[in-house]
């Protein structure tokens, strides 16, 4: 539930164009902060790979979903990020395509490790502070 609210907060800052979706650290410790978090209060390994499978579908998808709704899309608009593998399509429906395709792969795969090391990390740091 907490991954659902803080995603909508950061959908609405980024209509509002109060938040940028960029690839940056801060994005990765937003996820690692979410699985640490997770393993503080012992969610679950599977829930905390999904929240963040979420949450990473959203980071790729959003941007071009915004673009291609509202018609703002141009290359190289902030509705065209993340670009990891500096993929770039002509239009705002293959970017969206793109987005999904890459939410899909890239962000179950980045959803395990993430989530598997920040979990050990909150269930070590949550033992030990109990201790």
């Known amino acids: 539930m907490a991954v659902v609210a803080l995603l909508l907060l ?14 940056s ?4 410790a937003v996820a690692l902060g979410i699985a640490i978090t997770a393993g503080a209060v012992r969610a679950g390994l599977v829930p905390t790979i999904g929240a ?3 949450f990473a579908l959203w980071w790729y998808v959003f941007p071009p979903l915004v673009g291609y709704l509202t018609g703002n899309w141009a290359t190289g608009s902030r509705y065209t990020y ?9 239009s705002a429906y293959d970017e969206l395509v793109g987005g999904i395709e890459s939410g899909v792969g890239f962000g179950l795969a980045f959803a395990i490790v993430v989530g598997t090391v920040g979990y050990i990390a909150g269930t070590a740091i949550s033992w030990y502070s109990a201790r």
């Open 10 to 23: 950061f959908s609405g800052g980024f209509v509002l164009d109060v938040v940028d979706i960029d690839l």
């Open 25 to 28: 650290l801060g994005w990765i």
């Open 52 to 54: 963040l499978w979420l």
């Open 82 to 90: 993340p670009r990891l593998l500096d993929y770039g399509y002509t």
